[in-house]
Each structure stands twice: as structure tokens, then as C-alpha cells.
């Protein structure tokens, strides 16, 4: 497979200076041996703002990434391909520890036997139903916090056939580790394509359309005009984004987690879609495959709150309306705001002077998802694109994140961790889309079959991620069961309406929107 170009931790360094470190993280403490002083320079790093967040006991997040292959698991092979590969990579050969001399958070590099990071239990081959055995196993992951004493990542190897797998690959790993498009990045740097086993895969980009020079008057009104709607839009979000940091909240629906849902267990599940299916209503609409996320969730919700409201009212039907009246329901979305969009390489992402660097580079974006029952399906999508038409005008996602970062400086982690988390459990769910590979790939010889990202940690009680990988799209959730008893029906309306999309588009005449 051959290593990511970087240099692996020095192993005649000298280790046994305590230099007085411990791990806090809500565990019980532990002595962490590190490296010796004269090697500080090289061998520590400081701790970032969103690494520090991340280790709060407001946001204590984690990420779960499920993936399944066409072929049973080989773990010698895996070790072998995580030592040359995974393992060089700063921040999974690095402890966050902090320093208690001067009470500052570091990352402190450390000696990873990659045997310690590999769990493989023994399975009954034999077991009723294999895929209620993976998402009572997954789930199960949510509810143990990791090893604060080696670094924040471990692979879970499942040689169980499911429904959709022949064995099931899991990476557990801290939040403060790195954010989705760091992530997917370093696990595409991983793997090769199928089709070519030296060749690395296809790194989707987002393609621009050529302009045409108007001329100097009409680009001096447009920019003047475009200027004026940034400001006005970042200043609109700005000021709901405060309302709901004092005040402002979502209404009280059968999809709203209670004070402590980010604590409880989740139950993870995921449904996998067609994306060729999506781009057929994209095209058709003259879309981004974001509005038409978007617009499958607000329906998606629109369909399953329907149904709930009607249980709750003893009418049982979700054909009929029984939709409170203003519902006010919220999804955080999470933004990169790397000036370098999508995926990247992951040598480009550790340049120094790179604009799309490694870290936890996303804003919030808190929007609106309209619930209605409307009768025509297309306007759930008509809605959700005028919403996110008025978001890329807005700043919100970088005044978010400087936000974050400033009251951090100035009154510490704590009390930006509660701000955020505050913020955060106003909303009532969160949502992320990630692109992944346009080919089939290998995961060190493992040929995937679908990948299935998600988060637990955060006060939601549902948050739900978008994962495309070839002509698929993977929805991933995490719920919390006490909120989501049924979350399997919630994964059917988002698949539904998708269809009902479809339908839409290729029965009438629809030439966009």
C-alpha cells in the first residue's frame, strides 16, 4: 500500500520523563509517560481550539465510521496496512494530555502498538439474525468511552455476513481527532481503487461553469449587489444566532431530545439510497445534490412527524394531516469552512501553508426545514432550495466558528463548550453531507461495499449524515431510542421521498425550479 509520506514517531527517542501530564476527560486520571523535555519542541504540539472544545464534558463527541465489504476481513492484513499507513499520522500516534504546570492542553506524541487498537471478538457463526447482532454491537460502542491513555482511535473487525456485507470493518475515534472531510480524506488515502490496485482513487471536485464577462458596469453592480446581500443575510443569521444561544428554540416535537440527550446511549442505524436516483432530480430541477439532501429531509421529518402526531391523537393514519399548526423545527448543519472546498488529498491537507489543513475546520449553520404536508411533493425541495440559496450568501458558518473561538479565548473552553452545546440542543437534529469516492475501492485488499459515518455526543436526539460512495447514497443515524423508538421507519419516509421526488420529476414536465 505504501506509507502516507509521513514520518513516523522516532522510536530510539528516549521515554520516561512524567513531566507531570495527566488525562482529563471526565475518566479516571492517569499518568501518561511522554518524551523527554529536550524533545518538547518536536514531540508536542498545542491543542487547537476545537480540540479543546471537543474534550469538554458538554461536547464529549465521538465519530463511528461502519464499513462493510464484499469479503470476509482479514486482520493480519489489516494490522499490516494500518502500521504502514494510519499510524504515521500525527494525531493517531498522539495523546491530548494536559500539562499541569501550565494547565495547557498538548498533543503528546507516543510509542502505538497498532495490537491494542484492534478488537476482533470471537462470533457465533451461527447467530439468528447477524444484522440486529451488528447494530446492537455498534450501538453498544456509544455507550464505552475510549482509552484516554493511548491514542483516541480503534478498529473493530466483524467477520459476520449481513445483509448487505460479508464482514464489517468499524474505526471508533475521537471527535478532536478531526472533522468529516479530514476523515474521509485519510481513510480514502487508505484505500485503492478496485479497479486498479495502485491507483488511488477518484477525488470528486466540485466543477465550476465558465463565466462570461459581462462587462465593467454590470460586474460592479453584481459584486456591489451580491456585497449588500452577504452582509444583509450574514447580519439576519447572525441575530437569530444569538436569539438562540438566550432564548430561541425548536417546538417541543416527537423528534426533540430532553436536557442530557447528548449523554444517553443511540441506537445506530443507516439506509443506503440511490444516488443516481437523486441526480435524476437534480438534473431535472436544475439542482446541487445539497438541496435535494435537504429536501428529502424535510420531508423525510415532514412524514414521519405526521405519523407520530397521528398516533399520539389515537388516529393512527399518516394520510391525513395531523401536523401542529408553526411548527418551528431546525437542523445544525455542519459547514467546511476550509477556503479549499470538498475532499482533499491528504499529503495537500498536511502542507503547512495548505488551504484545506487537517483539524476541525466547520462552522454551524442553523437552518430552517419547513414541516408541512404540501400537495405538490416538488415544494419541499422548492422550500429547501430557497433556504439554502439564502445560506451561501450568509457567513453564519464562519461566525459560528470565530464565535466558538473567541468566547473560548476569552472565558476558556468550558464555558464555550456550553455555549455551543446550548446552541446545538435548541435545534433538533443535526445534519451532514459528505461526497465520497465515484468508484468502487479496496480498503487495503477489502472491497467496500458502502461506508456509514456518524457522530454521537452531541445533544441531539437524531443526527443524520449523508455518505455517497459510487452510485450509492448511505444515510447514517445515531438516535436516541427513547426519542426515535422506531427509527427504521424514520430511514423508510426519507427513502420514500425520495421516490415521491422522483415520481414527481419524471411524470411531469418539469424543466427547474
Known amino acids: 500500500m505504501g506509507s502516507l509520506g509521513l514520518k513516523p514517531i522516532d522510536t530510539k527517542t528516549k521515554i520516561g520523563s512524567k513531566m507531570g501530564v495527566n488525562t482529563t476527560n471526565g475518566h479516571k486520571n492517569s499518568t501518561v509517560v511522554a518524551i523527554e523535555p529536550e524533545q518538547e519542541r518536536q514531540e508536542h504540539e498545542p491543542a487547537s481550539p476545537a480540540t479543546r472544545l471537543f474534550h469538554t464534558k458538554s461536547l464529549n463527541c465521538y465519530i463511528i465510521a461502519i464499513l462493510g465489504c464484499t469479503t470476509k476481513i482479514n486482520r493480519d492484513v489489516i494490522k499490516k496496512g ?22 495547557i492542553r498538548k498533543w503528546v506524541k507516543t510509542r502505538v502498538n497498532v495490537e491494542d487498537h484492534i478488537i476482533c471478538p470471537d462470533l457465533d457463526t451461527d447467530m439468528d439474525s447477524p444484522d440486529e447482532f451488528l447494530e446492537n454491537y455498534t450501538s453498544s460502542l456509544t455507550t464505552t468511552p ?22 464489517v470493518g468499524i474505526l471508533k475515534l475521537h471527535h478532536s481527532i478531526g472533522d468529516g472531510i ?23 471536485s466540485s466543477t465550476k461553469k465558465e463565466k462570461v ?50 449523554h444517553t446511549p443511540k441506537r445506530l442505524v443507516h439506509r443506503t439510497i440511490s444516488l443516481d436516483d437523486m441526480k435524476i432530480v437534480k438534473n431535472a430541477l436544475n439542482l446541487t445534490i445539497n438541496d435535494v439532501v435537504m429536501g428529502i429531509a424535510q420531508a423525510g421529518f415532514s412524514r414521519y412527524l405526521n405519523r ?38 491528504l499529503a495537500e491537507m498536511m502542507e503547512k501553508k495548505s488551504k484545506a489543513k487537517w483539524g476541525n475546520k466547520v462552522g454551524y449553520v442553523l437552518t430552517r ?72 475501492i479496496t ?18 436526539a437524531v443526527t443524520i449524515h449523508f455518505q455517497s460512495y459510487c452510485n450509492k447514497m448511505t444515510i447514517s ?25 422522483k415520481e414527481a420529476v419524471t411524470n411531469q414536465d418539469v424543466k427547474g425550479i
Open 477 to 501: 443515524m445515531a438516535v436516541d431510542p427513547q426519542v426515535i423508538p422506531d427509527p427504521y421507519q424514520l430511514c423508510d419516509d426519507l427513502q420514500d421521498s425520495l421516490q415521491m421526488f
Open 182 to 204: 479530514s476523515i474521509i480524506s485519510l481513510i480514502l488515502a487508505c484505500t485503492r481503487k478496485a479497479s486498479d490496485p495502485e491507483a488511488l482513487p477518484t477525488i470528486p
Open 146 to 167: 475510549l482509552d484516554m491513555t493511548k491514542p483516541l482511535w480503534e478498529v473493530h473487525i466483524l467477520n459476520v455476513k449481513t445483509s448487505e456485507a460479508e464482514g
Open 443 to 460: 480498503f487495503f485488499g477489502h472491497k467496500l461495499s458502502y461506508a456509514a459515518p456518524t457522530t454521537f455526543g452531541l445533544p441531539h
Open 213 to 262: 464577462d459581462p462587462g465593467f458596469l454590470r460586474r460592479f453592480c453584481y459584486y456591489f449587489w451580491f456585497l449588500c446581500m452577504v452582509f444583509w443575510y450574514t447580519v439576519v443569521d447572525a441575530v437569530m444566532f444569538l436569539a438562540t444561544i438566550l432564548f430561541l428554540k425548536d417546538t417541543e416535537t416527537p423528534m426533540k431530545g430532553g436536557a442530557g440527550v447528548g
Open 369 to 440: 426545514l419547513p414541516i408541512s404536508l404540501p400537495d405538490n411533493p416538488l415544494d419541499y425541495i422548492r422550500q429547501a432550495k430557497t433556504i439554502i440559496d439564502k445560506k451561501k450568501l450568509s457567513l453564519e458558518s464562519r461566525f459560528s466558528f470565530a464565535a466558538a473561538k473567541l468566547t473560548q479565548d476569552i472565558f476558556g473552553s468550558q464555558v464555550a463548550a456550553k455555549i455551543t452545546s446550548r446552541v446545538l440542543s435548541h435545534t433538533t437534529v443535526l445534519i451532514s453531507n459528505v461526497v465520497g469516492p465515484q468508484e468502487e
Open 82 to 103: 494500518l502500521e504502514s499507513t494510519l499510524v504515521n499520522h500525527p494525531r493517531f500516534r498522539s495523546l491530548p494530555v494536559v500539562d499541569e504546570k501550565k494547565g
Open 308 to 345: 407520530r402526531y397521528g398516533y399520539k391523537n389515537g388516529k393512527g393514519s399518516s394520510k391525513t394531516n395531523n401536523l401542529p399548526n408553526n411548527i418551528r423545527l431546525r437542523g445544525s448543519v455542519v459547514f467546511n469552512i476550509r477556503p479549499s472546498t470538498g475532499i482533499k488529498a
